[in-house]
């Protein structure tokens, strides 16, 4: 997979963020990837395109959407969401 551009998320990197979260490993729907959490039963769907994997930013603004009211984040891993950049690993 090639990398995507320089400060723009792609799939690879939402992903190990999802997992962290105690969202299940994806299923592949097409070009898309389901994600489900463990224990609220939220359910994500995002899609890649191109071979770097990037997300489209309506994606993108999905995910923090549902994250921040299902309460599934922090709030420090909100405000980075909404800048454009992953949460680092605590």
Avoid at 24 to 39: C, D, G, W, Y
Wanted: glycine share 8%; aromatic share 4%.
């Amino acid at each position: 997979m090639a990398a995507a551009k320089k400060g723009e998320i792609n799939l690879a990197q939402l992903r190990s963020f999802l997992l962290s979260l105690g969202f299940e490993q994806p299923i592949s729907v097409n070009r898309s990837q389901a994600f489900r959490h463990r224990k609220s039963g939220t359910v994500l769907v995002v899609s890649a395109s191109g071979a770097s994997g990037s997300l489209r930013p309506a994606d993108l603004l999905s995910v923090l959407v549902r994250l921040e009211s299902e309460g599934l984040a922090r709030e420090s891993d909100l405000r980075q969401l909404r800048l454009g950049k992953l949460p680092k690993a605590s």
